[in-house]
Every structure is written in C-alpha cells, then in structure tokens.
C-alpha cells in the first residue's frame, strides 16, 4: 500500500487547508485511515482516525472541532478538513493505514503503512 499526502502549504492564523492522501496498492475500502502530525523537535503525535466504512471517527483533544476527518472509498483517498488554523498546527502531516480490524487508532503501532507527511505551516 502506498500512500501519498498532499494539500500541505503556508496559510495565516485563522485559514484553513484540506490534506488529501491518496492510497494504492490495496483495497482501500478495508483500511481503517489515521492522521498523526508531528512538529520540529516533538514526538508524532495523533490527530484524527476513521474506520474503513467512514462510519465511526475520533480525534485529539488539540482539534478542538476545527478539524473533519472523511474518506471517499471510490476514490481511494481520505481527507482532513481543517478549519482555524494556529501558529500551533505547524508540523507535518501524515496519513497512515491499517488493515487490522482490532487497532488503537490513536496509536503510531497501530498502523502499518504511512505516507511521506505534506507539511502545513501557519504563520501568525
């Protein structure tokens, strides 16, 4: 499986940007999809999760509603809506994938594919 994030850039306080990832290689429809951050200097850490029917999703306390995890399964692709940009967003973003289906999403170890990361930086 590979997955290639995109949708990353430079935006003021107060934007907002959508990150795509675009996967292949396997049957999309069965991958329960993450995206984690990470910022210069800190741990990867957990942003969002949604389970392969799109039916069920979670998110880090720091989103603070300003984000939306969705997926479209006939395009292979999971996006992260985010609204309300902070200087405190600034990291790069990765998408991951599992095909277990007993995981914790909110987990690095519970995935097993992930992305090259699309950096998002939010200037004050």
């Known amino acids: 499986v590979q997955l290639v994030e995109s949708g990353g850039g430079l935006v003021q306080a107060g934007d907002s940007l959508r990150l795509s990832c675009a996967a292949s290689?396997?049957?999309?429809?069965?991958?329960?999809m993450g995206w984690f951050r990470q910022a210069p200097g800190k741990e990867r850490e957990f942003a969002a999760a949604?389970?392969?029917?799109?039916?069920?999703?979670s998110y880090a306390d720091f989103v603070k509603d300003r984000f939306t995890i969705s997926r479209d399964n006939a395009k292979n692709t999971v996006y992260l809506q985010m609204n309300s940009l902070e200087p405190e967003d600034t990291a790069a973003y990765y998408c991951a994938a599992t095909f277990r289906t007993v995981y914790n999403s909110r987990r690095l170890s519970g995935y097993d594919y992930w992305g090259q990361g699309t950096q998002v930086t939010v200037s004050s």
């Open positions: 290689g396997g049957t999309f429809s069965r991958y329960g």
């Open positions: 949604i389970s392969s029917s799109g039916g069920v999703t």
